[in-house]
């Protein structure tokens, strides 16, 4: 039987963003203010911050992507208690929490919720009518990898 699980209306976002994407990203977020503003909002430490303190809205701020806070992020994703994850990153710059990242990006993919990693895609995922409704995510069936033999 297939398992769904239920997005509400008040999304619950991550938002994360490189510092040379940090600006891009404060600019992203005061444009669509109102939108993200009845939402649940989530940041990684300075992003975190810097938006709370450009929107004037409550943004719960975890650590510092390359202290654990990408991996706070995956956390909840696994756990169930984030629905988006918008990651502005710089794919010109190597970073050394390279590998937090990629997992924190596979685990959107795991969890089958969306994921923005650029400024378009943040565009169309926000304007999108779904994420002004609740929406049934199907959820990957995992049994046959649970249940193997090691």
């Avoid at 297939?2 to 619950?12: E, I």
């Avoid at 719960?60 to 202290?67: A, C, N, V």
């Avoid at 943040?122 to 199907?138: C, G, K, R």
Wanted: aromatic share 8%; with cysteine; glycine share 6%.
């Amino acid at each position: 039987m297939q398992q769904t699980k239920t997005l509400h209306t008040r999304k619950r976002i991550a938002l994360v963003a490189h510092d040379h994407k940090k600006a891009e990203m404060l600019d992203w977020a005061l444009y669509n203010k109102t939108v993200l503003s009845r939402h649940e909002l989530y940041g990684t430490g300075t992003t975190g911050k810097l938006i709370e303190e450009k929107l004037d809205v409550p943004v719960r701020r975890l650590l510092s992507g390359p202290l654990g806070g990408d991996q706070q992020i995956g956390a909840m994703v696994a756990e169930g208690k984030l629905d988006v994850i918008i990651f502005f990153w710089d794919p010109m710059e190597a970073l050394p929490h390279d590998p937090d990242i990629k997992a924190l990006l596979r685990l959107g993919v795991v969890w089958n919720i969306p994921v923005a990693c650029n400024r378009a895609s943040a565009d169309f995922l926000l304007t999108s009518p779904l994420m002004h409704q609740e929406y049934e995510v199907i959820l990957p069936d995992y049994s046959q990898y649970l249940g193997r033999k090691v």
